[in-house]
Each structure stands twice: as structure tokens, then as C-alpha cells.
């Protein structure tokens, strides 16, 4: 009994440290990260390259999602909004829930699964193939070169993304709201932003989606720098990358909503 | 060269596209076109009973918004409700008996603060007091009222 708990103390124990030092290994990660921007100007065309690969890449994704999202929303509200005769609102209730909520939170999650994988897995095959070893052995430093080009794109695209996709769900939900249910063009766009406020709701809407950002691609472009370099370490580390960001990003919506909407 | 002109492209159209989305989620989706009251000046109404007005409720004049509610605080010598509005600038010439009454848009819609102008040739100033002023109508003392005048109207 005394010894069978004092074991799982143990492993409690042994958990906590072991997190603790991926917590820190991770900070300091970020750390080096982000003594190695001063180098961007050197890199700028290799910023410009990540940019592609990040944003451009994803926004496809981003806008087909933020339209469909934006339908069903329109759909959905629709349909309990017209028990109360308030299917005027429902321009304000779709901007709403986009600007805020899942703007930002859904556009993270797609990001960390069609940019974040990508990037975990592309820092993780160069130290597969030892080039980034082959880096430092050139003194060329593989913070400057491969990581802090990719964290900054990762960071601009992100709020970028979220507005695309917070703009066509508006976009979709009137489609299907005036479009396809006859609520009333005017009331559809006066309502809503008659309710929608720039600081309160955009900006931290925008707030939001900056800092899953940092978060997501944190997240993605340590997982590859630490990944084991084997195969099936990348495939665990690019596993890892989309289920931590996924955890991170709506756990952390949770206290950013608590502290942005939850006061008033 | 020039498939790297293309990728700077794509990042233009890119960036060009995320600004554009800001830009209409920041003037269509949100109130940001509405009356300006950054440079405005405040007026101040007691009311016996604000109901549900908030801060940042909006002050109408025949219908139009000229201001919104800045500050809504407890005067302790009367124990009223004083209600600072703050007006765009270029509503400074309401006569000095308008009054200020509390009403809601629509039966459950939220509550806002409607101005009608009286006759007087003096203007209010910045930092006058509106002395006519109607509460808000509180639905369960109207349900009240009209539930007790029912009852006594039977006997």
C-alpha cells in the first residue's frame, strides 16, 4: 500500500520535471529565437519565400473553410433566431461569433495543421539529413537561417489569415441568410454593425489571432528543431506539433475570453 | 528570377488581401462609421430610475444618434440616477429646456436615451444639467400596475 503510493508519487513527480524541462527547453528555444531576428533584414527574401509557403499556401484552405463555416452559422442561427422573430439579428450574430470566437480559434487549428505539420516536418527532415549539424559546422546559425524567417511568417500570416476568414464567413452567412432565407438585406448588415465594436470585438478578435499565431508556429518550428532525427521521430514531432497547438490554442481562447468578453 | 517574382507576388496579393479583410470587418462589420464623440461635449440628465441603460447606449434626437452615454453614476444627495451624454460637436445648439427620457428600441430591445427639443432661444452648454427628464419604463412595474388596476377595477 505505503510503497505502491509512494511509486506513484514517483511518477508524478517524474511527470512534472519532465515537463518542466520541455517548458523551459521550449523558452529557451523561443529565447534564441528571438536574439536571431536582428538578421531578418539579411533574410528578407527567405522571409518572403516562409510567407509563401505559410500564408499564401493556407489561405485556400482558409477562405473555402471561413465560407462554409460562415453558411452553416447563418444556417444554424437562423434557425433558433426565427422561433423569436429575430432573424434581423443574425447578421449580428454570425459577425459576432466569426470576429471573436472561431475566426481566430479555427484559423489557428487549420493553420497548425496545414502550416504548422509542414514546418515541423521540413526542420525535422534537415536534421534528418544533417544540414542543420552541417550549419553549425560552417558557423552559420541555424536560428538566424532557417528558424526566425519562418517564425516571423508564421506570426504575420496568422492575423492575416483569421480576418480572410472572419470576412468570407460574413460573407457566407449572408449568402445564406438574405441570400437563401429572406432575411432583410438592411437589417442583416445595419444590425450587425449597429452591435459589432471595433476596439471590443475586432481588435481583440485581431489580439487573439496574433497570439495564436506566436503560439501555433512556437510550437511547430520547436517540435521540428527537437524532433529525434529519425523517421519516426519526425512523424511524432509533426504528430505532436498539431496536437499541442490544438490543446494551446483552445485552452489559452478560454482565459483570453475570459479576460477579453467575460468582465462586462 | 522570375519564379521568384512570382512567389513576391502571391505575398503581395496575400498581404494586400488580409489588409482588405481588416478593412471591411473594421468599416462594415463594425460601428466604426457612426458618430464621432471622441470630440464632443457632455451634458448631464438625472433620472429617478435608468432600468437598463448601459454605458455607450446610444442618445437619439427625431430618431437620428447624436451622442452616446459616457458615464452613469449614483447621485447620493437625491439618490437618482445622473446620466452623463456625451453629443457630437455639431449638435451644440439644443434649446435649454430639451428633455431626456429613457426608452427601449423594440419591446425587448436595448435601451437608449431620446432627446426632444423644447422652444427656448438659450442653448445648453457644455456641462449643463437637462432638467426635464421620464425614467425608463420598467416592465415589471407596468405588469404590476396593470395586474393591481385589473384587480381593483373588478370589485
Not at chain 1, 473553410?65 to 429575430?86: E, H, I, K, P, R
Not at chain 1, 532525427?229 to 490544438?246: D, E, F, L, Q, Y
Not at chain 2, 464632443?40 to 437598463?52: H, T
Not at chain 2, 425608463?136 to 400596475?145: D, N, R, Y
Request: aromatic fraction near 8%; glycine fraction near 10%.
Amino acid at each position: 500500500m505505503m510503497n505502491s503510493l509512494l511509486s506513484w508519487l514517483q511518477h508524478v513527480g517524474q511527470r512534472t520535471m519532465k515537463s518542466a524541462v520541455r517548458m523551459g527547453r521550449g523558452h529557451i528555444f523561443l529565447w534564441h529565437t528571438l536574439m536571431a531576428m536582428g538578421a531578418l533584414k539579411k533574410e528578407f527574401s527567405s522571409l518572403i519565400k516562409q510567407l509563401y509557403e505559410v500564408g499564401v499556401l493556407s489561405s485556400q484552405l482558409i477562405v473555402v473553410s471561413g465560407l462554409t463555416v460562415g453558411m452553416v452559422l447563418g444556417l444554424q442561427g437562423y434557425n433558433t433566431l426565427v422561433d423569436f422573430g429575430a432573424e434581423d439579428a443574425l447578421g449580428q450574430m454570425v459577425a459576432l461569433s466569426l470576429v471573436r470566437e472561431m475566426g481566430p480559434v479555427i484559423t489557428a487549428l487549420l493553420f497548425a495543421g496545414r502550416a504548422g505539420s509542414a514546418l515541423t516536418a521540413e526542420i525535422g527532415l534537415m536534421k534528418v539529413t544533417e544540414q542543420i549539424p552541417a550549419m553549425e559546422m560552417m558557423a552559420v546559425d541555424p536560428y538566424k537561417k532557417v528558424i526566425a524567417p519562418r517564425f516571423v511568417a508564421g506570426i504575420i500570416s496568422m492575423p492575416f489569415l483569421a480576418a480572410m476568414f472572419s470576412a468570407v464567413g460574413v460573407f457566407g452567412g449572408y449568402l445564406v441568410g438574405v441570400g437563401m432565407l429572406g432575411v432583410d438585406d438592411g437589417a442583416f448588415w445595419s444590425q450587425m454593425s449597429s452591435k459589432v465594436d471595433l476596439y471590443a470585438d475586432i481588435l481583440n478578435g485581431v489580439i487573439k489571432s496574433v497570439i495564436f499565431g506566436i503560439v501555433a508556429v512556437w510550437i511547430a518550428v520547436y517540435e521540428g528543431f527537437n524532433a529525434v532525427p529519425t523517421t519516426a521521430g519526425v512523424s511524432r514531432a509533426t504528430t505532436r506539433t498539431v496536437v499541442h497547438t490544438a490543446f494551446a490554442v483552445l485552452g489559452l481562447d478560454f482565459i483570453l475570453t475570459a479576460l477579453m468578453f467575460g468582465g462586462a | 528570377m522570375k519564379d521568384k517574382s512570382k512567389v513576391e507576388l502571391a505575398v503581395g496579393v496575400f498581404v494586400v488581401a488580409g489588409i482588405a479583410a481588416l478593412l471591411m470587418l473594421s468599416l462594415k462589420v463594425s460601428n466604426l462609421s457612426g458618430v464621432s464623440t471622441s470630440d464632443g461635449y457632455s451634458l448631464q440628465a438625472d433620472f429617478e430610475n435608468v432600468g437598463g441603460l448601459k454605458v455607450r447606449a446610444p442618445v437619439m434626437m427625431a430618431g437620428v444618434r447624436i451622442g452616446e452615454v459616457s458615464k452613469i453614476v449614483l447621485n447620493t444627495q437625491t439618490y437618482e440616477a445622473s446620466v452623463m451624454l456625451t453629443l457630437a460637436k455639431q449638435y451644440n445648439q439644443l434649446p435649454k429646456d430639451t428633455s431626456a427620457a429613457i426608452f427601449t428600441s423594440g419591446l425587448l430591445g436595448e435601451q437608449y436615451i431620446a432627446l426632444e427639443a423644447g422652444g427656448e432661444e438659450i442653448v445648453l452648454k457644455a456641462g449643463d444639467k437637462i432638467q426635464l427628464s421620464q425614467s425608463a419604463m420598467v416592465l415589471e412595474q407596468v405588469l404590476g400596475q396593470f395586474i393591481f388596476g385589473k384587480a381593483s377595477g373588478d370589485e
